[in-house]
């Protein structure tokens, strides 16, 4: 059967969904919502589909199966319990809410409903990330002793001024951890395990936005390992972040979108020049990614609809990431550590 899939959302991360959909065999756009009609026929032929502006009418399109949620992130949640309950499978942007309660009623409403519900953290898609969490959980590291992420990017003021969500707590949740490194701290729990505990400071110290430009956080997992995160959106001119983790038996360092060193008391597991400097890509401007990355996960998304199944990434993995992060905007705005929230459902 073909899916018929919609976007809620036309900004910049639908076109990516878009793009995905055309790829993805056995799936169809069939319509796009945007609630402001100044912009709906600009919308249509962009897309090439019917606009709609209200979205209990998009809702209860007959061709629909599954919605894309490209909105800004405060409205995920809403949207996600209207698609299922109307019966729809759903795709989320990054990140999937912006409380832990607005989560977990997320999770609840599609495992109520019986639809799938999937995350776009599209790294995880990789085969080469894929082969490499596949050797950390067996073992390959040894015991994990330390995880790191280094997010150095750039995102200007005008970008922040282009659409008055941005740099908002309301809307945007928050600044460099929550909005743009949030795929990375989701990367190293998925690769170093869960974080138990964390220790965070931020600041504003480039933009003029209510959110945080800049982040420190303290790690430790709940394996006993330690870590760190540091995140900013006004490293000039933008820089390829680094994940990097440790263990007893050897190492792993990513930087940007490939393995640059992978390394054990075995050998060393990379033919690469890990002195080969890597695009900054994401690290200076949000369409410094491809979309084969979403392509993977709307193949996937695709695939368990039709095999009734968890898709790669599941509203209880988004959640995850979630945790930490909010963990750390708690441990910043109270100077204390703060444990990381586990789910109740």
Partial sequence: MTIGIGIIGTGMVARYHAEAIAQTQGVQLVAVCRADPTQATDAAQRFGVPCELSLEAFLTRADLDAVCICTPSGLH?????????AG?????????????????????????????LGVALQRRSDPQFQELHAAISTGELGQIVLGSVSIPYLRTQSYYDSANWRGTWDLDGGGALMNQGIHLVDMLLWLAGDVSEVRAQYGTL???????????????????????????????????????VYGTNGGIQ?????????????????????????????????????????????????????EQRAPL?????????L???LAAYASARSGNSEYVSKPTI
Wanted: hydrophobic letters at 50%; charged letters at 20%; proline letters at 4%.
């Fill in 206 to 244: 480039a933009r003029t936005i209510e959110v945080e430009d800049c982040i420190t956080v303290a790690l430790r997992f709940a394996n006993g390992a330690f870590g760190s995160i540091v995140a900013t959106t006004a490293a000039a001119p933008g820089f390829p972040h680094r994940i990097e």
């Fill in 313 to 321: 990434v599941p509203g209880e993995e988004g959640r995850r990431a």
């Fill in 77 to 85: 949640a809403a949207q996600t319990i209207a698609a299922a309950r």
């Fill in 323 to 325: 945790a930490v992060v």
């Fill in 254 to 306: 990513i930087e940007g979108e490939r393995i640059v060193r992978w390394a054990t008391t075995a050998g060393d597991r990379l033919g690469m020049d890990a002195a080969v400097p890597q695009a900054a890509g994401a690290g200076a401007t949000p369409t410094g990614i491809s979309a084969t990355g979403h392509t993977r996960i709307m193949q996937d998304f695709a695939s368990a609809i039709r």
């Fill in 88 to 116: 729809k499978h759903v795709l989320v942007e990054k990140p999937l809410a912006l409380s832990l309660a607005d989560a977990d009623v997320m999770i609840a409403a599609c495992r109520e409903q019986q639809v799938v």
